[in-house]
């Protein structure tokens, strides 16, 4: 039993992955990004319609959120392999659906043709809701997630925490009062 | 005495051994070294500084995937664990609920698993205490005593008044804040620090809870709110899983291992992987097999006395492989209790939604991380319990408020379609007004739960590895049952609704055992030999040079977190060891 094992063969299979220890402090993404130049001009368009620049922050592509849907999708393990699936297909077929309405790719439509797409996948009864609901829900939730959170994303949603405080003071007055404990 | 580079830089012999660096190896190694011991710690994964590695503040952001759960880290890419349900080249087998089969143990949900157990390992300085929950719960008289109190599990060889007084020095040395509130089976502790105000929802939560009769008081989490020698108080901000730099939040890399190095008396290797204790002529413990992991060679390490802290099961894997002629079931098996009446908390849990908690005016509600407040069982859930058939009890703690938002996040009740700044403004008005409480409820022990080596299965340095049995009794499940009824309560007495009903028979939704990372059992404290493996102070009937540290001497699992009885143990088992080696009471190679 002395003798050495071959202690590097364990180390191989997951190469591609973030890995059982990565480094905390530094964000690194191992894999390749799969997503085409085409594809994620969609993401970014029909992203900043779920999260559109107004009064409360940026839009989703102001901060990134289309790289990290690339990111995600990208992902070596199964449940983001799954999302993939779902995103590419979903992708495809809304850039589809723009070509048949009006004639060019979703990401060369105007904001108007782009939204009236997206309110029929979102309306009870619609054909395009039959297809694409599925796939809108969850890429929204995906663009929502990583819109949220950016420090962006903190002061939109109303996250005010990770501050250091020397004591934690509790609710304040007026949230007190707000649910009825002043 | 540091630590050792490589495992030859280690003395000739050492007056201990100790296996494992968590909770029990911590507390072992800095009792006996602080008694004037020599000791040798074997830690089976790396070295791991939480001053300099800890991602203090960082956002989800700043994570991959915004710090989503993977197979390589199964509770997000912070969490402070390296290992998880799945360590490579260390297997261990589990049965697969739908085929029956063996198979090993992979990462899973553990509400969504088809393995009817899970094991949690960490492999790093300080084990699992670098990510724990932080609960520090002492046992009361009844839980003691349980089969004496209603009939079922098994008595302790011990009373609360043998452990009181090291409960009382380990809450000093940990830092635990709380409050006193007198009861009877949840002692309070003289060294509590003073909690954290309570949050805005929790307060709902204690307001409704009283309607129905159960009183909510301030939790007991080792968090310091006052400064201790070489620790910061807690500053309230960034998440306690991903560790703590200031060592607010205690874990033993911060709080332990460095007063023992401090001695001088302390020598740590790191990566060794320990095969056996191995014993004399004399049938005595003199020290351990291990893997070396850098250079994976088999050193072997003299000791007059060997402590195992590995975590339960851990060690219990290595008392069977101490095999000889004489233990030809392995160490301890004498009376064939080892890897025996194996338990893990159950777990259940209620979601719902506030409405007044909606559009709250904006304020920081990060705090501690944990629960700020919890609600110990009370009477009157433990006479409904009773009468539905769940003879034991369970804690319960209430989660919600606007906590640091990752990958996902909840847009409200009306999310389907909703897209644009509608979205935004959904997300706003109902960001911290989803709530939940979760339990944590002892289980019986029953002897269908069990750890064995597995027959053929071997680990990369052709250990053999261990495989798990398990099943729930009706008791658990409907405990499980009881918990999502009085949580759905509690939610609407706080002025919430639902998200989802009770469930009526939970058999489908009981976790898998082991998944609350609370396995005790398998080395159970007893008062004669011939029913548990290890005697009254923690040491083992075939070999009492050896002592169980960890939660494997636990002779029943009470609702009570077992890190800080493990650790209160773990200094009474240790203090014993040395006065009883030092004294030849327990007998130990010259």
Redesign the interface.
């Known amino acids: ?7 590097t063969a ?2 191989a299979d ?1 190469i591609r ?6 480094n ?2 530094k ?3 191992p894999w390749p990004r799969v997503l085409s130049d085409g594809e994620k001009r969609i993401v970014t368009a029909l992203g900043d ?4 620049a ?4 940026p839009a989703a592509s102001a901060v ?1 959120v289309p790289d ?1 849907i690339d ?2 999708v990208s ?1 070596p ?4 392999q799954d999302d993939l699936k779902v995103i590419r297909a979903g992708l495809a077929w809304v850039d589809g659906e723009a070509k048949k309405r009006f004639g060019k790719g979703f990401a060369d439509c105007g904001a108007a043709q782009q939204v009236a797409i ?1 309110e029929d ?3 009870d009864g619609t054909p395009a809701r039959k297809v694409g ?1 599925n796939f ?2 969850l890429f ?3 663009v ?3 819109y ?4 962006e ?2 002061k ?17 007055p ?3 009062k ?4 002043a | 005495m540091a630590f050792l580079q490589t495992s030859k830089t280690r003395a000739e012999r050492y007056d201990v051994v100790v296996v494992g660096s968590g909770a029990a190896g911590g507390m072992a190694a800095l009792t006996l070294a602080k008694a004037g011991a020599k000791v040798l710690m074997l830690e089976a994964g790396r070295k791991y500084d939480p001053v300099t590695e800890t991602p203090m503040f960082q956002s989800n952001a700043d994570a991959p995937l915004r710090g989503a759960n993977t197979p390589d880290k199964p509770y997000g890419f912070f969490d402070a664990t390296i290992g998880g349900w799945v360590v490579k080249g260390e297997p261990y087998t589990v049965k697969s609920k739908t085929t029956d089969q063996w198979q090993d143990g992979t990462f899973a949900k553990r509400d969504a698993t088809d393995q009817n157990f899970m094991w949690w390992r960490s492999r790093m300085l300080g084990g699992r205490t670098n990510h724990w929950g932080r609960v520090s719960l002492r046992m009361g008289p009844d839980d003691f005593k349980p089969r004496s109190t209603d009939g079922l599990g098994f008595d302790w060889p011990i009373s609360y008044d043998d452990i009181k007084p090291f409960y009382d020095r380990t809450d000093r040395i940990v830092g635990i804040f709380g409050s006193k509130e007198g009861l009877r089976n949840d002692p309070d502790s003289d060294f509590f620090l003073p909690p954290p105000k309570p949050r805005a929802y929790e307060l709902l939560f204690q307001r409704g809870s009283k309607k129905l009769g159960i009183p909510v008081f301030s939790s007991r989490v080792a968090v310091l709110t006052k400064p201790m020698p070489g620790r910061a108080p807690c500053f309230y901000a960034t998440p306690c899983s991903r560790g703590c730099g200031i060592g607010a939040a205690f874990q033993s890399t911060t709080s332990l291992i460095p007063c023992a190095l401090e001695t001088g008396n302390l020598d740590v290797i790191t990566n060794a992987h320990v095969r056996e204790v191995t014993l004399d002529a004399q049938g005595r413990a003199n020290g351990v097999h291990f893997f070396d992991k850098e250079t994976g060679k088999e050193e072997h390490v003299a000791a007059r006395a060997v402590v195992l802290g590995a975590s339960a099961c851990e060690s219990a894997r290595i008392l069977f492989n101490s095999r000889t002629a004489r233990f030809s079931q392995g160490l301890g098996n004498s009376t064939g209790h080892l890897g025996r009446w194996l338990t893990d908390s159950t777990a259940g849990d209620m979601s719902g939604q506030i409405p007044a908690l909606e559009n709250m005016p904006l304020h920081n509600e990060d705090g501690v991380s944990f629960p700020h407040l919890y609600a110990p069982w009370s009477e009157v859930q433990a006479k409904s319990a009773k009468a539905a058939g769940s003879p034991r009890g369970y804690y319960t703690t209430f989660g919600g408020g606007r906590r640091m938002p990752g990958g996902s996040v909840s847009l409200g009740p009306n999310s389907g379609g909703l897209f644009g700044t509608k979205l935004k403004e959904d997300a706003r008005r109902y960001f911290g007004s989803f709530v939940s409480a979760a339990g944590r409820g002892e289980m019986v022990p029953n002897e269908h739960c069990f750890a064995e080596l597995d027959p053929v299965k071997k680990d990369r340095f052709g250990i053999p590895v261990l495989r798990f049995h398990w099943k729930w009794n009706a008791y658990e499940v409907r405990q499980v049952e009881h918990m999502q009824k009085t949580f759905a309560e509690m939610i609407e007495a706080a002025g919430g609704k639902i998200t989802r009903q009770p469930i009526k028979d939970a058999t489908s939704v009981m976790t898998a055992g082991g998944s609350v990372n609370h396995e005790m059992g398998v080395a159970r404290m007893s008062a004669k030999p011939e029913d548990g493996v290890t005697n009254p102070f923690s040491g083992v009937w075939d070999c009492p040079n050896v002592v169980v540290a960890d939660a494997g001497v636990f002779a029943s699992s009470p609702y009570k977190n077992p890190t800080l009885t493990i650790m209160a143990l773990a200094m009474r088992a240790c203090e014993h060891l040395h006065a009883g080696v030092k004294d030849g009471s327990i007998a130990a190679p010259a």
């Open positions: 039993m002395a003798s050495a094992l071959d202690i364990f180390a997951d992955g973030i890995g059982t220890d990565p905390l402090l964000k690194e993404i319609i779920i999260i559109p107004d009064q409360y922050g990134g990290f990111e995600w992902a393990y199964e449940a983001q997206v996948i979102v309306k609901y809108f829900k929204r939730d995906r929502a997630g990583g949220f959170s950016t420090q994303g903190w939109a949603i109303g996250y005010t925490g990770n501050m250091p405080l020397s004591e934690f003071p509790g609710p304040t007026e949230a007190l707000h649910v009825g404990l």
